[in-house]
């Protein structure tokens, strides 16, 4: 069991879920999630697994204490994730989703450059799909972009890799100085990590995937950004302050932001940011922390996500602006979504607590004192928009739109109870998220001046919010991002340039069952890498003839 | 108006005997922190959202409004 990849399980379960017949589906993926967790927790400290690639030895597998939690949790989510969408998935949807978890488990068990390069790629080509599975036009739409966006930070990556390998003779993923080459590999994660400017991608296709698709896309590929840029680029300073820009600029667009899944979204970008922030700090205590929110964050996240889906699974609708009332119909929803809310709050007795404690005392102990206190206004607009006005604007005041809600499949009840579960499991006893960290971790987060601390914080917001909360009254509106650059700066220079950023027609989409009769599905991930490839090669050529 | 002024202020109030009791640096600081940074981020962000930072639903391109968006939102 030891040499047993916890990735070869997952993509096993996904070719298995394609052969099974649809019924099978929740099962399969249920048990492929649970063998990977074995499998992840059966790893020896300390265990690789080579291969022999060209002349090279690719590292495929590589056990310490950074990969373990990132992988112990993505298999964890993989679970839940598996119970949520046990009747609400379909059979491509499905394979796709253990197929990205399969590919976020193979990244961070990867032990060199080139192999997290082909797990990076396998998890674009089979997440894209998770966005496609809607099965909209806006869908369709979203996921060209979030392609077009993840091809340009594949071409970086592999660039990056290549003209590394060149420069150094080395695969090794491993910390690494900002130079040339490193620099394009930066960019490649900053770009999967939803970094600013890189970040509109994020908030522009994950909500517009499937309920169960988006609690996927949530866990796997911003976490992966944030383990690669905790093994590569540790103690970089420039990533504080880009976290912390995240974190601001994510919380801002999220107060503001009138669909309840859009609003989590652009939570994931702040949420990352202080992840971001921590590894730039670059001290054992910190990259614990930001280990730590990781951790915490794919289960509240999930958990969150869960609820906001499982309103739009009940009623149809995610916009704040066509919702309100449903806390009779939907106390169950609004209680789990709550624990969500209140963990991404950092409120005690909550997973978030002990991990953004954790990773805002590093921080701070580390001189970077501004950089904290910008991060605590960042955490004010957490529990605002995400405790506070969310629920407030879905469960309770007047319903804006007559929306009647269906009863919710046991099992997706079921998963946001057991995600529920984990989250206060965590924050009553945080030795279950600190024992898994990189290093030993000897902090207590539950001392009466950071516990006072905390409170007055959350006490003073929900007096705020109180006061202000006619401001934050929901209208029918949408967010400008950085995407404005591709979606309408074009239209601006052009009527050429304006397709580019123009709704297509239905025909042209490339919907699941459409890729699928037209024998497409084998044929995107090859489009995705050869044009990775060929990108890439262009930067590496274009920096080879550079005096 | 009277009444909200004075709940704030008792609230206010409190936070530095609690903060006095504990030992904190410096009293009623995360109380003001938190108002003012709520007051910041809703106020600066209304204001930012006027300048351009947002738009009425449905007026971006790709924004289109596609009835099975309705229909599939349940799968």
Do not use: C
Request: hydrophobic share 55%; no cysteine; glycine share 12%.
């Amino acid at each position: 069991m030891a040499d047993l990849h916890p990735a070869l399980l997952l993509l096993g379960g996904a070719i298995a879920v394609l052969a099974l017949p649809r019924r099978w589906g929740g099962p399969v993926m249920v048990v492929s999630g649970l063998l990977a967790l074995a499998a992840v927790l059966a790893l020896d400290e300390g265990a690789t697994t080579t291969l022999g690639f060209y002349g090279y030895e690719l590292t495929v597998l590589r056990v310490d204490g950074l990969s373990v939690p990132f992988a112990t949790v993505f298999a964890a989510i993989t679970v839940l994730a598996g119970l949520y969408g046990w009747s609400s998935m379909a059979r491509l949807e499905r394979a796709a989703a253990l197929a990205t978890a399969g590919a976020g488990v193979g990244v961070v068990l990867a032990g060199d450059l080139l192999t997290v390069f082909f797990f990076w790629e396998l998890k674009v080509t089979t997440s894209v799909l998770l966005v496609f599975a809607r099965r909209s036009s806006r869908a369709a739409a979203a996921g060209r972009r979030y392609l077009g966006a993840h091809l340009v930070g594949g071409a970086s990556l592999l660039a990056g890799v290549l003209w590394h390998l060149a420069d150094t003779g080395s695969l090794a993923f491993d910390p690494m100085d900002l130079g040339g080459a490193t620099s394009l590999i930066l960019v490649g994660f900053l770009l999967s990590a939803a970094a600013i400017p890189l970040n509109a991608w994020l908030p522009d296709a994950y909500p517009e995937s499937t309920v169960a698709g988006t609690v996927v896309l949530s866990a796997f590929t911003t976490k992966s950004a944030v383990y690669a840029l905790a093994r590569g680029f540790p103690g970089l300073e420039l990533l504080v302050w880009i976290g912390v820009a995240m974190a601001l600029v994510g919380v801002v667009y999220a107060i503001l932001e009138d669909d309840i899944r859009r609003l989590l979204g652009f939570h994931i970008v702040s949420q990352v940011g202080f992840m971001v922030a921590a590894i730039g700090v670059g001290t054992a205590a910190s990259i614990n922390g930001a280990t730590a929110h990781a951790y915490a964050h794919v289960l509240y996240k999930g958990l969150l996500l869960m609820g906001a889906g499982a309103v739009l699974h009940a009623t149809g609708r995610s916009r704040a602006s066509e919702l309100g009332g449903l806390a009779p119909v939907q106390r169950t929803t609004f209680v789990l979504y709550l624990v969500g809310a209140l963990s991404i709050s950092g409120l005690p007795l909550f997973s978030g607590f002990p991990a953004k404690e954790l990773s805002m005392a590093a921080i701070g102990d580390a001189g970077y004192g501004t950089a904290q206190w910008l991060l605590k206004l960042a955490s004010v607009g957490t529990f605002l928009s995400v405790a506070l006005k969310l629920p407030a604007v879905t469960w309770f005041g007047p319903a804006r739109s007559p929306v009647r809600a269906s009863r919710l499949p046991a099992t997706m009840v079921v998963a946001m109870g057991l995600a529920a579960a984990a989250n206060i499991a965590m924050g009553l006893a945080p030795d279950l998220l600190y024992g898994q960290m990189p290093t030993e971790v000897s902090f207590d987060p539950y001392t009466t001046a950071k516990v006072v601390e905390i409170l007055q914080l959350l006490a003073f917001t929900g007096i705020g919010f109180v006061l202000l909360r006619s401001r934050l009254a929901p209208k029918a509106v949408t967010s400008v991002d950085t995407d404005w650059v591709y979606r309408e700066l074009p239209a601006r220079l052009g009527p050429q340039l304006a397709r580019l950023g123009a709704e297509r027609p239905r025909p042209a989409l490339p919907t699941l069952p459409s890729l699928l009769r037209a024998g497409g599905a084998p044929v995107a991930p090859g489009w995705v890498l050869g044009s990775v490839v060929i990108l890439a090669m262009v930067v590496v050529l274009g920096a080879s003839v550079m005096p | 108006m009277i009444r909200t002024v004075a709940a704030v202020a008792v609230a206010l109030v409190v936070s530095v005997v609690v903060d006095l009791a504990t030992g904190a640096a410096v009293p009623g600081r995360m109380a003001l922190f938190s108002l003012s940074a709520v007051a910041l981020l809703v106020l600066g962000g209304k204001r930012l959202a006027a300048a351009g930072l947002q738009r009425p639903a449905g007026t971006r391109p790709g924004e289109l409004g596609d009835p099975a968006d309705e229909v599939t939102a349940h799968g």
